[in-house]
């Protein structure tokens, strides 16, 4: 699997311990402390191809009661998650739900039923079958896709994510170096450093396509671990 981090710049600001900074001597010379400090925000961001795939489908059946609605369903659950299961998935979740159904007029708001909802989710390390799980799913009698969302594995996710500390690390030191050249002074030994991460490594697919054989085709786009750093370094 192929990485590419991006390097993302971070945002420099120095810092000046216990009060102390750098004292303009009577000379009008700059004279360093032995306190100072240089505090550096990085970021880095590194891609990887999705290993986890889940698929959410749904039947759906209507009816002017809520038995008719659940007698009405277009599928059996059993049958769906038989047929997710015989392509290799995990069924995860499986999920059953009846409510009243609205429609709206100028009138107002008026009941016109029931709708009954069966929704199965499946969950497989072999990303490519998504579309043949979908088609699996559909044949067995679901009517509705919910979704479909790619992600990372545990051990991908923290592998990708020791990568983007990585690059953070290194981005926040040369950040410090520059700072530091700039007042004729080096970066010493890290004195606090503070780790963030952003939002969930998860893609969702942005559009489903079908073949000349009529089954679904989906293209997963690569999943991003961001990593952030907060690192605070004397200066020498």
């Not at 191809?49 to 749904?58: C, E, I, L, Q």
């Not at 592998?159 to 004729?184: G, H, K, P, Y």
């Amino acid at each position: 699997m192929v990485s590419r981090p991006l390097a993302i710049a971070g945002v420099l600001t120095l810092l000046v311990a216990g009060g102390v900074g750098f004292a303009l001597a009577d000379t009008g010379t700059v004279a360093p402390s032995t306190n100072s400090t240089v505090s550096v925000n990085a970021d880095a961001t590194v891609e990887r191809a999705p290993d986890r795939a889940t698929v959410t489908v749904a039947a759906v059946g209507r009816g002017e009661t809520a038995e008719a609605a659940r007698n009405n369903l277009s599928g059996d659950a059993d049958a769906i998650t038989s047929a997710l299961e015989a392509e290799g998935a995990d069924v995860t979740s499986s999920r059953f739900q009846i409510r009243p159904e609205y429609e709206e007029s100028r009138e107002g708001r008026e009941q016109v039923g029931y709708v009954a909802i069966h929704t199965v989710e499946a969950e497989t390390s072999n990303v490519s079958t998504a579309g043949k799980l979908i088609d699996a799913a559909v044949d067995a009698g679901a009517d509705r896709v919910e979704g479909v969302r790619y992600s990372l594995s545990e051990e991908t996710r923290q592998d990708a994510r020791e990568e983007a500390l990585t690059t953070a690390m290194d981005n926040a030191r040369t950040d410090a170096e520059v700072v530091a050249a700039a007042e004729d002074r080096a970066v010493g030994d890290a004195v606090t450093v503070q780790t963030s991460d952003h939002g969930r490594p998860v893609v969702y697919a942005e559009a489903m396509a079908s073949d000349a054989g009529g089954r679904t085709n989906i293209q997963p786009g690569d999943v991003t671990v961001d990593a952030s750093v907060s690192v605070t370094y004397e200066l020498e």
